[in-house]
C-alpha cells in the first residue's frame, strides 16, 4: 500500500513562517502617533503645560468594571474567527485595570494546539500592542482604541501560496485579511480628543480538518497584508 507523507511539525511551521515573512516583515509598532500622544496641531495654553491629562491618571492598577479583553468564539467558520480574532487585538481600555498581556491572552490562549506556530505567534500578538511603557504613558490620558472592520476575506494571493506550498501544509490552513479603522480616543490637555486610522493586516489560522475549530498560526505586520 502507498503510503503518502506527512510532513515533519518543523517543516510546516518553517513554512507558515516563509509564507508570512515573504510577503510581510514583522515588526514593533510603535504608539507614540495618531494625534493621541502628539496632542492635537493646535499648542497647548500656559494653564494646561505639566498637566497632559488634566491632572488625571498616573497609569492602571486593577481592573475597574470597563468591559475588559474580550473571549474567542469556539467556531470552524474562518471569517467569524478572524474578526473576533482582530477585535480582541485591537479593543482595549488603558482605564480598565487590563495590561497589554490581558488583551493578548485569548489569542495566544487559542494558539495552535500543535504548538509549532505558538513562538512565533507570541512575537506577533506583542507587535499588535502597546508596550509597558507605552500603556503606562496612554494611560495618563485615558486613551481607549476599538475597531471598526469594514472588510474580512480570503486574500486573492492565497491560493497560490497553497499551490507553492506544494500540500505540505495542514488542510483547513487559511488567511483572513482584515481592513477596517482603528479609533481611538482620550484627554489631551484636559479636552477629549479622539483620531481614526486605516489599518488592514492578514491573520493566518487552521481550521477543519486540521483541528475541530479554528485555531490561528501567524498574524502579518499591521498594515502589510496579504493581497
Not at 14 to 34: F, N, P, S
Not at 100 to 119: C, F, K, M, N, R
Not at 129 to 146: F, G, I, K, R
Request: proline share 9%; glycine share 10%.
Amino acid at each position: 500500500m502507498k503510503t503518502s507523507r506527512i510532513p515533519a511539525p518543523t517543516t510546516r511551521s518553517r513554512l507558515v513562517a516563509l509564507i508570512v515573512a515573504g510577503v510581510l516583515v514583522l515588526a514593533t509598532i510603535g504608539v507614540g502617533v495618531y494625534g493621541l500622544v502628539r496632542g492635537p496641531a493646535h499648542p497647548p495654553t500656559s494653564a494646561d503645560v505639566g498637566s497632559p491629562a488634566g491632572g488625571g491618571r498616573t497609569g492602571p492598577s486593577s481592573p475597574t468594571g470597563t468591559a475588559g479583553p474580550a473571549t474567542l468564539p469556539q467556531t470552524d467558520d474562518p471569517i467569524m474567527y478572524a474578526k473576533a480574532v482582530a477585535s480582541v487585538l485591537l479593543d482595549w481600555d488603558t482605564t480598565s485595570g487590563y495590561t497589554p498581556a490581558d488583551y493578548e491572552a485569548p489569542v495566544l490562549a487559542d494558539a495552535d494546539p500543535s504548538g509549532e506556530e505558538t513562538s512565533g505567534l507570541i512575537g506577533d500578538v506583542t507587535s499588535y500592542e502597546p508596550t509597558t511603557d507605552q500603556w503606562t504613558q496612554l494611560a495618563t490620558m485615558d486613551v481607549a482604541q476599538h475597531l471598526t472592520i469594514s472588510s474580512a476575506k480570503v486574500p486573492s494571493l492565497w491560493p497560490e501560496a497553497l499551490a507553492e506550498a506544494h500540500g505540505q501544509l495542514r488542510p483547513g490552513t487559511t488567511a483572513v485579511t482584515i481592513t477596517g479603522t482603528r479609533h481611538r480616543t482620550g484627554i489631551w490637555y484636559g479636552d477629549k480628543a479622539s483620531t481614526s486610522e486605516p489599518v488592514s493586516f492578514t491573520i493566518f489560522e487552521a481550521c477543519t480538518p486540521a483541528f475541530s475549530r479554528c485555531h490561528a498560526l501567524r498574524l502579518s505586520e499591521l498594515n502589510d497584508p496579504l493581497k
